[in-house]
């Protein structure tokens, strides 16, 4: 059955005069390249096309990628100092269950610097920032003290475990004694959750 078609095939081409048969060769080559293209060829470059731009877009990372991967070592030893960085400067907060041992430092800082404390109280935060590793413990503070012994205490604060920051301060006349002022300070401290 095939050697049919493929007998009435040749017997038409060889019916034909030679001019014509180099007509049906070329349609037949023309024919092939057309089809080659629409079938083969413009696929292949629509998706080369696609592909292309996000090819140059990734090749810089790529780059990246192969020279972090040829500085591995140093990128873990990075990793690794920061990690301990990270965890030492934990250690400035407090944890959420540890705010009294916070006003008991606070207030032995005081005590150490020459400062009286009057009021020392915690300010309650509303829930805002839910699911921060880190949330802040306000603190307002009455105080007298002079100027020496304020300046004491302001530096301790600022060196001491766990961290302190002043966010507000107000330093008014004290009538009964001149060389102690009434201090109003609103502190912030840190505790981890």
């Given amino acids: 059955m ?3 078609p493929i007998d009435r095939v040749a017997l038409f081409y060889n019916s034909r005069t030679v001019r014509e048969q180099k ?6 080559v023309c024919l092939v390249i057309v089809l080659d293209y ?4 413009r696929p292949v470059q629509g998706v080369f096309a696609d592909t292309l731009p996000r090819l140059s877009a990734l090749q810089p990372e790529l780059k990246t990628l192969r020279e972090d991967k040829k500085n591995k070592a140093q990128l873990e030893a990075h990793w690794q100092d920061a990690k301990a960085r990270l965890e030492e400067a934990e250690k400035n907060f407090v944890d959420s269950d540890e705010v009294s041992a916070l006003l008991e430092e606070l207030s032995q ?8 404390i009057m009021a020392l109280k915690p300010i309650e935060m509303t829930s805002a920032g839910e699911g921060a590793v880190y949330s ?7 105080a007298l003290a002079g100027t020496h012994e304020l300046g004491r205490f302001l530096v301790k604060l600022e060196t001491n475990r766990p961290f302190f920051r002043v966010t507000g301060m107000r330093i008014t006349e004290n009538p009964a004694d001149v060389r102690r002022h009434q201090i109003d300070l609103e502190l912030e401290s840190f505790r981890k959750r």
């Fill in 38 to 41: 629409f079938a083969l060829m």
């Fill in 23 to 28: 007509l049906l060769l070329l349609f037949l």
């Fill in 109 to 116: 800082l005081a005590q150490n610097s020459g400062v009286k």
């Fill in 136 to 142: 802040p413990v306000p603190i307002k503070m009455s």
């Fill in 2 to 4: 095939i050697q049919l």
